[in-house]
C-alpha cells in the first residue's frame, strides 16, 4: 500500500513539473522566509536567558516625576548609595547587588593607546550576578585591590597581543595604573550588557565627594539584584514607594520612584533613557514573526489554490479508486500524505537557501544569528514540527475536496470543479494579496519616515560638521584654546567650538531653573558650551544676543565660599520660554535662579534645535557658558569639539585636524567623526526594519505572483477551446486578455479594500514611535494597490497573451 502511493505520488510530481515546481518552490521560499525570521525572532527573544540565575535577576532603577509637570525622566540608572540601601532595607528578599558605571577613558600600554567605550566600573559581586565564564584569574579575589582591571579575551589580545595578560598593567588615562586581574570570555551578544573591561567601582568613587557618594542626585549606577528563590516580585514593586520615603523623606514617592524590571525584559522592553546600549523592539520582533507567518501562508495557500484547481484532473483518478474499493480514509491519507512529501522536498530546499543566505542576513541585521540543523535540538524540532503543520495545513482542504467526489458522477463525466472549491480559490487570492500589499504599504511608510527623518530640519546645521571626542574624566585638557586657535588657522575651518554633549548624544545634565516674579522651579537639561556654539551650528537668534567675549557676566563664576552664590548668564532655546510661560522677548533680561548655587540673567533666546532624533520631541534647553572648558580646577566640563569645514579639499582639511591635534595634545589620540554619520547611526535599527520590510514583501508578492502565475495557467488550459472559438467570430488579443484578467483584477481590488485599514492601523501604531513623522496619505495606499494590480495583471495578461496569441486551429482541430 504504501509503496503504490509513493509511486503514485512521484508519479503526479513527475507528470505535472509547472504544479510541483510552483508549490515546491514557492513552499521553499516561504520556508525559508520563515527559518530566517524564526532565528531572528529566537535570538531577540533569548536576550540575558543565559545567566544561570537569569529568573532572579533584576534591575532597579530611577523615575523622577517633577512637582512642576515637565518631562518625566525615567533612567535606567539609579543613585549611587541605592544598592546598599536595598541590601540593607530587603534581606529577606535580596541576596545579592552590584552596580555597574559606563564610562568612556583612555587606556594605554607602551605605545597603545585606544579611546575605549567598554570600559565598566563594577562592583566585585557583579561577577557573582553575571557567571561570564573566567579564563585567567580569581573571580573570588579579582577585586581585593582597588585598582584592578579585568578584561575580555579581545581586549587583553588588543593590548598584550599573545601575551600573558595577567598581572601585567595599563595605565588609565595616561595617570593611574591598573593592573590586570583576570581574562575573562568576550560578554556573549545576546545580553543588554556592554563592556570588555572592568575596573573596581571603589577606585572610582573614592575620587567623588561624600555628598555625590551619599546624594541621590547623581543617577550614574546600573543597579542590579539577584533575589532569593520564592521572592514575591510584585510585593517587592509594592515597598519601593516606602522605601523611598523612608530615605528621601516624607511625600518624596510622589515626584520619585524605582521600576524592579527582570534583566531578561530589559531588551525588548524597556523604553528607559540611557540604557547601556540600544534597546530592541518587541513590537518590532512581534511585528517580523507576523510577516514570517504572512508569507507562510501565502505559500500555503498556492498549494491549496493549485491543488483544487486542479481537481477536475484527478476526479476520475479518485472515482476509479473508490470503486476499486479504497474509502474516504484511505484517499484523504494519500492526499495528505502527498502534501507533506512535498512539503518536506521544500523544506530540504529551504534549509539549503537558509545555509546560503545566513552570513548576509547575519551581516545585515548585526545579530550573531547561528543556525545549526545537525545539532542544534531546537531547530529539528521546530522543522519537523514545521513539515508537519505545513504539509497538513496546505493538503488539508483539498484532501478532504477531492476525496469527497462521488465515483458515479466522475466516472460519468468530467467533473467541473464545485462553487465552494471556486469560492476558496477566490479566498486565497483574496487574502494572498491582502498580506502583500501591507506589506507593500509598510515598506512605503517606513521608507518615506526614513527619509523625512534624514531630511528633517532640526533647527540647526548638521552638515560638514567634525566631531573630535575626548573622554569624560579628562576633556579636551587645559590645551583646548590652543588647539581652538590653531584649527582656525585653516580657511577651510570656519568654526570652532565645544560643549559637554553634542547634537544626537545623551544629554544627562540638568538645572532646576526659578526666573524672577515665579516661585516653581522648572527643570530644564542643560548644555556646557564655548564661545561659537550657536554659530558653528548655525542655530538662529531670536531675541536678545549670544554668547561673547566682550561680556565678562556670561561665563560661569564659580563661587570661592560655599556659602556664597556663583553667577552665570544664560541663554534658553524658545521652548525654555516657553516653559516659563513667556515670549522670547519677554524672557531676554529676566533675572534667573539656577537652584545650584548660581545666579544670573538670560541674555538670549534661540530657536528650538532638535539635538536628538525625530522620536523625540523638542526640549526645553538651557546653555551655560564655561571659561576655557573647566568649571572648577579638576573638572573637565568640554569632551566634544565641533569644527565646521567648508567642504573644499575635505581630506586635505581632515589632515590638517589630526595634525592639529597630534601636535597640541600628542598624549591622547585624536578620535573623530562627521556628524551627519552620527545621527545617521540613529535611525540604523529603523533602516534595517524598512529594508528587512522591503526584502520580505518582495518575496511575498513573488510566492503569490507564482500561485497566481499556476491558477491563470490552469484556467487558461481549460478555456483554450473558448478563446480558439472567441479568435474565429473576430476577438482580439486585447478582448481576449481583457477577458481572462478581469476576474482576477475584481479579486486583487478586494485584496485592498481588507489591506488598506490593516496597515493604515499597523503603521499608525509604529509612527506613534515619532515625535516627528509624516502623514499616512491616501496616495501611499493607492499606490500600494495600483503596484499590486499591477503585478497582477502582468502575471494573468501574460500568461493570457500567449494563449490568445495561438492559431486558432490548434485549439480547434479535435472537435
Not at 607602551?110 to 584569574?137: C, I
Amino acid at each position: 500500500m504504501f509503496y503504490n502511493s509513493l509511486k503514485i505520488t512521484l508519479r503526479n510530481l513527475l507528470g505535472n513539473k509547472l504544479y510541483s515546481f510552483i508549490n515546491i518552490f514557492g513552499l521553499a521560499v516561504g520556508l525559508a522566509s520563515v527559518i530566517l525570521l524564526g532565528l531572528y525572532v529566537r535570538y531577540e527573544l533569548g536576550y540575558d536567558r543565559q545567566w544561570a540565575a537569569a529568573d532572579d535577576l533584576y534591575r532597579i532603577s530611577r523615575d523622577i516625576w517633577p512637582p512642576d509637570n515637565t518631562r518625566d525622566i525615567h533612567m535606567a540608572s539609579a543613585p549611587i548609595p541605592l544598592a546598599d540601601l536595598l541590601k540593607q532595607d530587603f534581606p529577606q528578599q535580596i541576596e545579592e547587588v552590584a552596580r555597574m558605571r559606563p564610562v568612556r577613558v583612555l587606556l594605554r600600554r607602551d605605545d597603545a593607546a585606544y579611546y575605549e567605550d567598554g570600559v565598566r566600573y563594577v562592583d566585585g559581586t557583579f561577577f557573582k550576578l553575571f557567571d561570564f565564564k573566567w579564563l585567567q584569574g580569581d573571580m573570588a579575589h579579582a577585586f581585593d585591590a582597588p585598582d584592578s582591571i579585568v578584561l575580555t579575551r579581545s581586549k587583553a589580545a588588543r593590548y598584550f597581543g599573545s601575551e600573558d595578560a595577567l598581572g601585567k598593567t595599563l595605565l588609565l588615562e595616561n595617570t593611574r595604573p591598573l593592573k590586570v586581574t583576570g581574562i575573562i570570555a568576550d560578554l556573549p551578544p545576546d545580553t543588554h550588557l556592554t563592556g570588555d573591561a572592568f575596573i573596581t567601582l571603589e577606585s572610582f568613587l573614592r575620587i567623588l565627594p561624600d555628598f555625590v557618594r551619599s546624594g541621590w542626585n547623581a543617577n550614574m549606577m546600573h543597579t542590579y539584584v539577584k533575589l532569593k528563590p520564592g521572592t514575591d516580585v510584585k510585593a517587592l514593586a509594592a515597598q519601593m514607594p516606602a522605601f523611598t520615603e523612608s530615605h528621601l523623606g516624607k511625600g518624596s514617592s510622589k515626584w520619585s520612584g524605582l521600576t524592579v524590571m527582570k534583566v531578561s525584559d530589559v531588551h525588548l522592553h524597556s523604553t528607559l533613557d540611557y540604557e547601556l546600549q540600544p534597546h530592541g523592539s518587541y513590537v518590532t520582533v512581534l511585528t517580523l514573526g507576523t510577516v514570517a507567518i504572512a508569507i507562510l501562508l501565502i505559500a500555503c495557500f498556492n498549494f491549496m489554490n493549485l491543488a483544487t484547481a486542479r481537481s477536475t484532473l484527478r476526479s476520475r483518478e479518485v472515482g476509479v479508486r473508490k470503486t476499486v474499493g479504497s474509502d474516504r480514509t484511505q484517499l484523504v491519507l494519500q492526499f495528505l500524505g502527498e502534501s507533506i512529501g512535498m512539503t518536506l522536498l521544500a523544506t530540504l530546499l529551504a534549509v539549503a537557501c537558509v545555509e546560503v543566505a545566513l552570513p548576509a542576513f547575519v551581516a545585515f541585521t548585526a545579530k550573531q544569528i547561528a543556525f545549526d540543523p545537525l545539532h542544534d535540538h531546537g531547530v529539528q524540532v521546530s522543522l519537523v514540527l514545521l513539515v508537519l503543520i505545513v504539509g497538513l495545513v496546505s493538503g488539508s482542504w483539498p484532501a478532504f475536496y477531492l476525496a469527497s467526489f462521488k465515483p458515479a458522477l466522475v466516472l460519468r463525466s468530467s467533473v467541473r470543479t464545485a462553487v465552494g472549491g471556486a469560492l476558496l480559490r477566490n479566498l486565497l487570492v483574496v487574502l494572498q494579496f491582502a498580506i502583500s500589499i501591507t506589506l507593500v504599504v509598510a515598506t512605503a511608510v517606513v521608507f518615506l519616515q526614513l527619509r523625512y527623518a534624514r531630511a528633517y530640519d532640526g533647527g540647526f546645521n548638521k552638515e560638514q560638521v567634525v566631531v573630535l571626542q575626548a573622554t569624560a574624566s579628562q576633556g579636551l585638557t587645559k590645551k583646548w584654546q590652543a588647539l581652538k586657535e590653531q584649527l582656525l588657522r585653516n580657511p577651510d575651518v570656519l568654526g570652532v567650538t565645544a560643549s559637554d554633549n553634542t547634537p544626537g548624544s545623551v544629554n544627562i545634565s540638568g538645572l532646576g531653573l526659578t526666573v524672577e516674579g515665579a516661585t516653581e522651579m522648572h527643570n530644564m537639561p542643560s548644555v556646557l558650551v564655548d564661545y561659537g556654539f550657536f554659530e558653528t551650528y548655525d542655530v538662529k537668534l531670536l531675541a536678545g544676543r549670544l554668547f561673547a567675549p566682550d561680556f565678562a557676566a556670561d561665563v560661569v563664576v564659580p563661587a570661592a565660599d560655599p556659602k556664597a552664590r556663583g553667577s552665570a548668564n544664560l541663554i534658553l532655546n524658545a521652548a525654555g520660554a516657553r516653559e516659563f510661560g513667556l515670549t522670547p522677548e519677554a524672557a531676554v533680561g529676566k533675572a534667573v535662579d539656577t537652584g545650584n548655587g548660581f545666579s544670573g540673567r538670560i541674555v538670549g533666546v534661540v530657536a528650538d534645535s532638535n539635538f536628538e532624533s525625530v522620536r523625540s520631541s523638542v526640549k526645553p534647553l538651557v546653555f551655560l557658558l564655561l571659561p576655557s572648558g573647566f568649571l572648577g580646577a579638576n573638572n573637565p566640563a568640554f569632551a566634544s569639539a565641533s569644527v565646521r569645514i567648508s567642504g573644499r579639499n575635505v581630506a586635505d582639511t581632515l589632515a590638517w585636524i589630526d595634525t592639529s591635534w597630534k601636535q597640541v595634545i600628542p598624549e591622547f589620540p585624536i578620535s573623530r567623526s562627521f556628524l551627519s554619520d552620527d545621527f545617521a547611526a540613529l535611525y540604523r535599527d529603523d533602516t534595517r526594519l524598512g529594508q528587512m520590510f522591503s526584502s520580505f514583501s518582495v518575496l511575498a508578492i513573488v510566492i503569490a505572483c507564482l500561485g497566481l502565475y499556476g491558477l491563470a495557467t490552469f484556467n487558461t488550459q481549460r478555456r483554450i477551446k473558448e478563446i480558439g472559438v472567441r479568435k474565429v467570430m473576430g476577438g482580439s488579443v486585447w478582448s481576449i486578455v481583457l477577458l481572462l484578467t478581469n476576474d482576477f483584477s475584481k479579486l486583487v481590488l478586494i485584496a485592498n479594500v481588507i489591506a488598506w485599514p490593516v496597515a493604515y492601523y499597523a503603521m499608525h501604531r509604529w509612527l506613534q514611535n515619532f515625535a516627528y513623522r509624516i502623514d499616512l496619505t491616501p496616495l501611499v495606499f493607492i499606490g500600494s494597490g495600483l503596484i499590486a494590480l499591477c503585478i497582477a495583471w502582468v502575471t494573468v495578461g501574460g500568461t493570457a497573451a500567449r494563449a490568445a496569441s495561438q492559431k486558432p486551429v490548434l485549439a480547434l482541430r479535435y472537435e
